[in-house]
């Protein structure tokens, strides 16, 4: 997290360990064609904190559940499109959010499956062990009395606070994360452009959401000891 912001808002933070590690292993696997391999570590390092980011946007754990199942497959599906203009962290969080507008967008054919892991059992298997590992967090999270406070706010801003203070992506890639199209070979100019649009927003949404906080006697004044 960037100097002069806290965690006081945070719900939970999944700053990456070993991330570097891990996108090289993503890239190897991606350079030999091996979808199976890159999916997995892709599953295995990034699945716990993706399926805790479906939980804080969809309104229960079995939906989140469903829409993070979507995101495995898509994930699998997408990865001979990976080109390498951001980080496959970044990546997965866009593939994430992307399936869940698409989920919310059509409801009456959200029981529709890109493709089933028939194919690759091994991946069908990562995906259950996130899903199971993950569960317990998403119920005590949903009790939260600030996370309630999130909750309220509009859907955008509640993502914006969640990839920032709980995943700690930074400003441009919270940009390809949040952009829509299906592009993310974006110009610079844009993606520092729409980043420094996203920080102004962020410390109005933050600083609204401390004083809410605040009058609820879950987080003190700057100026309280």
């Known amino acids: 997290m960037a100097e002069g912001e806290d965690d006081t808002l945070a719900t939970r933070s999944d700053a990456p360990s070993g991330s570097d590690d891990v996108a090289e292993r993503i890239t190897a696997a991606l350079a030999a064609d091996d979808h199976d391999t890159a999916t997995t570590v892709m599953l295995r390092s990034y699945g716990p904190e993706l399926l805790r980011f479906l939980g804080s946007i969809h309104p229960s754990a079995a939906e989140a559940d469903e829409v993070f199942s979507m995101v495995a497959e898509g994930l699998w599906v997408a990865c001979a499109s990976f080109r390498g203009s951001c980080s496959p962290r970044t990546w997965c969080y866009a593939i994430a959010r992307r399936t869940s507008l698409r989920y919310r967008r059509d409801k009456a054919r959200r029981q529709a499956r890109f493709v089933a892991f028939a194919d690759a059992p091994l991946l069908a298997e990562v995906e259950a062990a996130v ?42 890639e919270i940009s390809l994360v949040m952009h829509e199209g299906d592009a993310l070979e974006l110009p610079d100019e844009w993606r520092k452009r729409e980043a420094a649009r996203l920080r102004k927003r962020f410390q109005t949404v933050k600083d609204r959401l401390r004083e809410a906080g605040r009058r609820a006697g879950l987080t003190r004044s700057p100026k309280e000891p």
Do not use: C, N, V
Not at 149 to 171: C, M, S
């Open 131 to 172: 899903r199971s590992e993950t569960a317990s967090f998403l119920r005590t999270e949903r009790r939260s009395k600030l996370l309630a406070l999130r909750e309220a706010l509009p859907e955008d801003d509640q993502i914006l606070l969640t990839l920032r203070i709980d995943r700690r992506l930074g400003f441009e």
